[in-house]
């Protein structure tokens, strides 16, 4: 019996109760003969309550003092649930990420792990405790500053823990019973995956499938750390994410793993752009030096007459003033008319590695579309990924139509979405 990393997502340790049901099920483990590592999310909403607030004191809240306050979500679950372990006559401790050894860079709101040095859980473990990590967080290798890893990096804790600490497995629990071809909130006759690639599983978290976080699965298929989404809720198996099925599993890979939709993405327009090379250059150079990440990018035909053009691109919605900001500040040097933002936005993709293989599947994909009567706005692909850009009020009914279309429906049991709000 080795070690194993679980990770509780916020619907799991949404409240009292939630806290005492994960803390029995974290202590079953213990009993089963295992070493158990414990990454918690902050309490439901609670991430997002403390957002609001910081902004009703300031609109555009300082990064470092942000990350001070959104750290304090993670670190109220952490100390409950060690007090409910213990309270069922089983040693835990709590540590915050920068106890845990959780190393990042010092980009506020968005750091990326650099290192992990868990001696302080190691030796915790070694003495028979079992170890609370407070998610999403770590400290600063430059400025020694408290970080946090950008919305939904309790992932990437907890697969950034069992990659340091050799686990055998990293269990994210959370409120769903795994991977589904589609969001349950979304497609009630989405079927749940029994095992996913790492390729398929990436693809599908960077179009939106927040169930697993995209650097979170990076960090896992670099350090080949299997994982097992499950329900906190339900004693279900549920799907493996690994480089190759594991055990008797059984399990071809399929055509189409799934269909992912994201609402959280903006489009900006650079309007009247001069249509001469170093352009786009200046354009983006612009966005990446204020730091913003940019997802696609069109630039319409050449109007010949005025010889101007039109630059959209999507991005974050929370980056969306930053990156405005920014373009207007460099104005003359790029040299542009005005700026378009659109927010009503949403974006569907088909993901599956078998598209490489089986012509056609673009081709369907569009004639569902237009079958539901969604417009296309921007279009990109990859080898195993077609994306859509399409108005955010098309986004439910065109995902039910592709995953009609692609034959994803299931036939009997409904997804069930045990708790959370979705938000
Ligand atoms: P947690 O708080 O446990 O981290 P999240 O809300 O981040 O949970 O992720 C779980 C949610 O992900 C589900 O409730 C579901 O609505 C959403 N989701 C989106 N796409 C999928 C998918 N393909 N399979 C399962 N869940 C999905
Ligand atoms: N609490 C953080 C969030 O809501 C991190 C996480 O849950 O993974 O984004
Ligand atoms: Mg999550």
Request: aromatic share 4%; hydrophobic share 40%.
């Given at each position: 019996?080795?070690?194993?990393?679980?990770?509780?997502?916020?619907?799991?340790?949404?409240?009292?109760?939630?806290?005492?049901?994960?803390a029995?099920?974290i202590?079953?483990?213990?009993?089963?003969?295992?070493?158990?590592?414990a990454?918690?999310?902050?309490?439901?909403?609670?991430?997002?309550?403390?957002?609001?607030?910081?902004?009703?004191?300031?609109?555009?809240?300082?990064?470092?003092?942000?990350?001070?306050?959104?750290?304090?979500?993670?670190?109220?679950?952490?100390?409950?649930l060690a007090m409910?372990i213990k309270?069922?006559?089983h040693n835990a401790q709590s540590?915050?990420?920068?106890?845990?050894?959780?190393?990042?860079?010092?980009?506020?709101?968005?750091?990326?792990?650099?290192?992990?040095?868990?001696?302080?859980?190691?030796?915790?473990?070694?003495?028979?405790n079992i170890a609370i990590?407070?998610?999403?967080?770590?400290?600063?290798?430059?400025?020694?500053?408290?970080?946090?890893?950008?919305?939904?990096?309790?992932?990437?804790?907890?697969?950034?823990?069992?990659?340091?600490?050799?686990?055998?497995?990293?269990?994210?629990?959370?409120?769903?019973?795994?991977?589904?071809?589609?969001?349950?909130?979304?497609?009630?006759?989405?079927?749940?995956?029994?095992?996913?690639?790492?390729?398929?599983?990436?693809?599908?978290?960077?179009?939106?499938?927040?169930?697993?976080?995209?650097?979170?699965?990076?960090?896992?298929?670099?350090?080949?750390?299997?994982?097992?989404?499950?329900?906190?809720?339900?004693?279900?198996?549920?799907?493996?994410?690994?480089?190759?099925?594991?055990?008797?599993?059984?399990?071809?890979?399929?055509?189409?793993?799934?269909?992912?939709?994201?609402?959280?993405?903006?489009?900006?327009?650079?309007?009247?752009?001069?249509?001469?090379?170093?352009?786009?250059?200046?354009?983006?150079?612009?966005?990446?030096?204020?730091?913003?990440?940019?997802?696609?990018?069109?630039?319409?035909?050449?109007?010949?007459?005025?010889?101007?053009?039109?630059?959209?691109?999507?991005?974050?919605?929370?980056?969306?003033?930053?990156?405005?900001?920014?373009?207007?500040?460099?104005?003359?040097?790029?040299?542009?008319?005005?700026?378009?933002?659109?927010?009503?936005?949403?974006?569907?993709?088909?993901?599956?590695?078998?598209?490489?293989?089986?012509?056609?599947?673009?081709?369907?994909?569009?004639?569902?579309?237009?079958?539901?009567?969604?417009?296309?706005?921007?279009?990109?692909?990859?080898?195993?990924?077609?994306?859509?850009?399409?108005?955010?009020?098309?986004?439910?009914?065109?995902?039910?139509?592709?995953?009609?279309?692609?034959?994803?429906?299931?036939?009997?049991?409904?997804?069930?979405?045990?708790?959370?709000?979705?938000?």
């Amino acid at each position: 019996m080795g070690l194993v990393v679980q990770k509780y997502g916020g619907s799991s340790v949404a409240d009292a109760e939630g806290i005492k049901r994960v803390a029995k099920r974290i202590v079953e483990a213990k009993k089963n003969g295992h070493q158990v590592v414990a990454v918690v999310s902050a309490m439901g909403d609670t991430t997002d309550e403390l957002i609001d607030l910081a902004e009703q004191v300031s609109p555009i809240p300082a990064g470092r003092e942000l990350d001070m306050l959104l750290t304090a979500g993670e670190r109220i679950s952490m100390a409950l649930l060690a007090m409910a372990i213990k309270n069922l006559g089983h040693n835990a401790q709590s540590f915050t990420g920068s106890q845990a050894g959780v190393i990042t860079d010092s980009v506020h709101n968005k750091a990326r792990i650099i290192d992990v040095t868990p001696g302080r859980i190691r030796d915790s473990l070694d003495v028979g405790n079992i170890a609370i990590v407070a998610g999403f967080q770590g400290v600063s290798q430059d400025t020694k500053d408290i970080t946090t890893l950008g919305r939904g990096g309790s992932d990437t804790t907890a697969v950034a823990l069992a990659a340091a600490l050799d686990a055998e497995v990293c269990e994210i629990y959370t409120d769903v019973d795994g991977v589904f071809t589609a969001d349950p909130r979304v497609v009630k006759k989405a079927k749940k995956i029994d095992w996913i690639s790492f390729e398929d599983m990436l693809e599908l978290a960077a179009s939106g499938s927040k169930v697993l976080l995209h650097r979170c699965v990076e960090y896992a298929r670099r350090y080949n750390i299997p994982i097992h989404v499950r329900s906190s809720f339900s004693g279900l198996q549920g799907t493996w994410v690994s480089s190759e099925p594991i055990g008797d599993q059984q399990v071809e890979q399929a055509i189409i793993s799934g269909v992912a939709h994201d609402t959280s993405e903006a489009k900006i327009t650079v309007v009247g752009v001069p249509d001469k090379p170093g352009e786009a250059a200046s354009i983006f150079r612009t966005i990446a030096d204020a730091e913003v990440n940019i997802d696609m990018v069109v630039q319409n035909v050449s109007a010949a007459a005025t010889g101007l053009t039109d630059i959209s691109f999507t991005l974050p919605k929370t980056e969306g003033r930053k990156a405005i900001d920014a373009l207007e500040k460099n104005k003359s040097g790029i040299g542009f008319d005005s700026l378009r933002y659109d927010d009503q936005i949403g974006k569907i993709s088909l993901v599956g590695a078998g598209m490489k293989t089986n012509p056609g599947v673009t081709a369907d994909f569009f004639t569902a579309l237009s079958e539901a009567g969604v417009n296309i706005e921007l279009i990109s692909t990859s080898e195993i990924r077609i994306s859509v850009v399409t108005r955010a009020d098309d986004v439910p009914e065109a995902v039910r139509a592709v995953h009609t279309a692609f034959g994803l429906d299931s036939d009997s049991d409904e997804a069930v979405v045990y708790g959370g709000t979705g938000r």
